[in-house]
């Protein structure tokens, strides 16, 4: 039990502690700096106007930030403080809200958005995520917030973002996914299409399918992450339709899924691209 006394008091221990905070706080500062020579670069690089936000840029710079990180500090935070730096200089570079869909619950979606764009963005909740497409299709550079997981919707509200000039889905979020993530919920970001940086590892599509049933819904390939809404049949179309959200990874066209669907007697009658974002990163317990 005799240990050797230690030769670091404990205030040497903080005045360690005081020379990194102020470090990190000095580092922060240059980074503001680094950013205002930033937007210039972005203005005449011809992305004026619209939202700042660079979805590829920052799942990159997440992905990163998980793999190095070690030691005693919880990984949830790191990923919290960087998130709120990033969404947070996003910000200053052109102001924005976030419009979150808060119908599937309200404290959910509240702690999503905040966990990834902290609390100096403003938070706008909507009852249904056709307002929040409205409020971001309004806007110049506001992005919308809907939940992402399957069954969550219960309207087709991806149908609002089929017109060539309506707002596109441009990322998923959490960037880095596993379990116990504090801010779980799968949501999808809506913006104005953000002409030079869109990333298309996953793309999202938009599908009226007629002939819908139990079969169909089995019918679709497992690669394909897919958001169903069915509808009741009308006089003019006696079959069941159905609106079809899908998500596919690279390399995988929506035909392979029509084809699929054909087979079991179901008829797709229009696919729209409605948006894409970067490959969802899973992180598995261990880590890898
Ligand atoms: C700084 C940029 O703008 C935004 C802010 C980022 C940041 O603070 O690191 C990263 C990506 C963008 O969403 C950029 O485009 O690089």
Do not use: C
């Not at 580092?27 to 690089?45: C, H, N, P």
């Not at 806007?139 to 069954?151: C, E, F, R, V």
């Amino acid at each position: 039990m005799n240990q050797p006394p230690s030769t670091i008091s404990l205030s040497d221990l903080r005045a360690e502690i005081d020379r990194i905070d102020e470090t990190m706080h000095r580092l922060l500062m240059e980074r503001s700096e680094i950013i205002e020579r930033l937007v210039q670069v972005k203005r005449t690089g011809g992305a004026e106007g619209g939202s700042a936000f660079r979805p590829a840029r920052e799942a990159d710079m997440m992905r990163r930030l998980v793999e190095r990180h070690g030691g005693l500090l919880p990984l949830d935070t790191v990923e919290s403080i960087w998130r709120v730096i990033i969404a947070t200089f996003t910000f200053v570079q052109a102001p924005y809200a976030v419009h979150a869909d808060i119908s599937g619950g309200e404290p959910v979606m509240r702690d999503s958005a905040r966990f990834h764009f902290g609390f100096t963005v403003p938070f706008t909740p909507h009852m249904g995520a056709e307002a929040a497409v409205a409020a971001v299709a309004a806007s110049t550079g506001d992005l919308g917030l809907i939940a992402a997981a399957p069954a969550a919707a219960t309207t087709p509200w991806w149908r609002a973002l089929e017109a060539p000039e309506a707002p596109k889905i441009i990322a998923r979020l959490p960037f880095v996914e596993r379990a116990d993530h504090p801010a779980a919920l799968p949501v999808f970001v809506v913006a104005h299409p953000i002409r030079d940086a869109a990333v298309t590892d996953v793309s999202v599509h938009s599908l009226h399918v007629s002939g819908w049933s139990a079969r169909a819904a089995r019918a679709i390939p497992s690669y394909a992450e897919t958001i169903v809404v069915a509808d009741v049949a009308s006089h003019a179309a006696p079959r069941e339709g159905a609106a079809l959200l899908v998500s596919l990874p690279e390399r995988r066209a929506i035909a392979e899924v029509a084809a699929a669907l054909a087979g079991s007697g179901a008829e797709v009658s229009s696919a729209v691209p409605v948006g894409s974002h970067a490959a969802v990163y899973r992180l598995d317990q261990t880590g890898a």
